[in-house]
Structures are given as C-alpha cells and as structure tokens.
C-alpha cells in the first residue's frame, strides 16, 4: 500500500543526545514536510522540501535539520535534544507544495529526558 | 501570512444531530482551504478540499464545508454524526500565490455522545 513509513514509532530519548527520525515515501510525491504536534498548539511545521535536494524552514525550525538527498526520503535531525522537543512528529508529503492534499505519516512519539 | 482559526476547542454533539466544526482563515487572494481528520494514535487524514468552483465542498465520509468568502469561513458539516466521527478535526489553508506548505489550526475535538 502506498504511503509514508515513519521510524521509530517511539523513542525516549536522553537529553544531550542526537536522534534522526526516518521518513520514507513510495508515492513519488515532490513535496516533504515535518510537523510537530503538541497538545493545544495544533501542528507546527519544522522544516519542509519542495523537491528534492531543496529544504525550507517552517515555523518551529530551531534545533532540528533536514536533507533531502532524493525523493522518497526526508529524515529529520535533533543535533542535541532537549526536553522541549517532547512531541509526537509527523511527517508527510504532497504531489506539489501544499497541493492537493498531504498524505501523512503515523507519527513518531519522542520523549526527551 | 496565512492562518486559520478555529474558535472551538471542543464541540459535543448527540449522535444523530447535525455537526458543525467552525474555521476562519486569513490569506491575501483567494485561498485553497482543506480539513483533516485524526483518529486517537494515527496521522492525520484527508477530508476535503475547496480550490475553485462551487461552495459547497463534498468529502469522505459524509462531511461537506462551504466555503464563504465574505465571512471568510469553511465550516465542516454533517447532518448526521455518528459516534465513530469523534476525533480530532483540522482546518488548513494555503495561498495559491506563493508555493508554500498548508498551515494548520489548532484543530477541534469531536465528541459525538450516544
């Protein structure tokens, strides 16, 4: 079935730490995105890709990095976590930037202690 | 910038009754607008679009949005809930200008009571 694969699903995470989430897609789709979700801030992007070997910062950028070495994957870096970056991240991915729709990953619990 | 507010957090609703889930946006020009749909420990799902053409939006599972321009409104319908609609909602917008990713609101739970 065509789609998005994240992993881990989970992770804890020590503070200090470096930690790359895994995001494959097998749809061709040119655009890549990195969301994260906290509990009454909705979804906030980090980082995005219009095509690859191109990367955009979102909203919430600051103390995570991307690449985008071909198209079908788009990990997404902590250099060195901290605890703010408890989340649950999502990645997903359109045909074009933000258009028609995103197809959206399962998700990747991280917690940072 | 673009944004989208919804105003609820929450929205209760007996099955069987109408649903509405409220969305304003804000977008220079004329925007493309779409709602997700998250069920408990998935990613988001998508529910239905507006680019162009008629206000009245169709899409999975029975909902529709209309899309009203002067009040700068998408709400979600529909005229039946069911239980299995509780979930989290979201509304999205993106400038057609610019090529530039969807930004969310801060969603809205659904619970529809039996």
């Known amino acids: 079935i065509a789609g998005i694969t994240q992993a881990p699903t989970s992770q804890i995470l020590a503070a200090g730490r470096r930690m790359t989430l895994r995001c494959t897609q097998d749809m061709r789709h040119n655009a890549m995105y990195w969301y994260r979700q906290d509990l009454g801030l909705g979804l906030r992007l980090i980082h995005y890709s219009n095509t690859a070997g191109t990367t955009g910062k979102g909203e919430v950028p600051d103390g995570y990095s991307v690449s985008r070495a071909n198209t079908d994957d788009f990990p997404l870096t902590l250099a060195s976590a901290v605890p703010s970056q408890t989340s649950v991240y999502f990645c997903a991915s359109s045909a074009a930037t933000g258009y028609p729709g995103y197809t959206f990953g399962s998700g990747t619990r991280l917690t940072v202690v | ?114």
Request: aromatic share 14%; net charge positive.
């Open chain 2, 1 to 114: 910038a673009q944004s989208v507010a919804q105003p609820e957090d929450q929205v209760n609703v007996a099955e069987g009754n109408p649903l509405t889930v409220k969305c304003t946006y804000s977008v220079s020009g004329n925007p493309y607008l779409f709602w997700y749909v998250q069920y408990p420990n998935r990613g988001l799902q998508f529910l239905l679009k507006y680019i162009t053409g008629d206000n009245l939006v169709k899409g999975s599972y029975g909902f529709e949005a209309e899309f009203n321009k002067s009040q700068t409104s998408f709400h979600l319908k529909k005229p039946s809930a069911l239980v299995s609609d509780s979930a989290l909602y979201f509304c999205a917008v993106r400038d057609p200008s610019g090529n530039t990713p969807l930004v969310f609101g801060k969603g809205t739970r659904l619970s529809v009571i039996a």
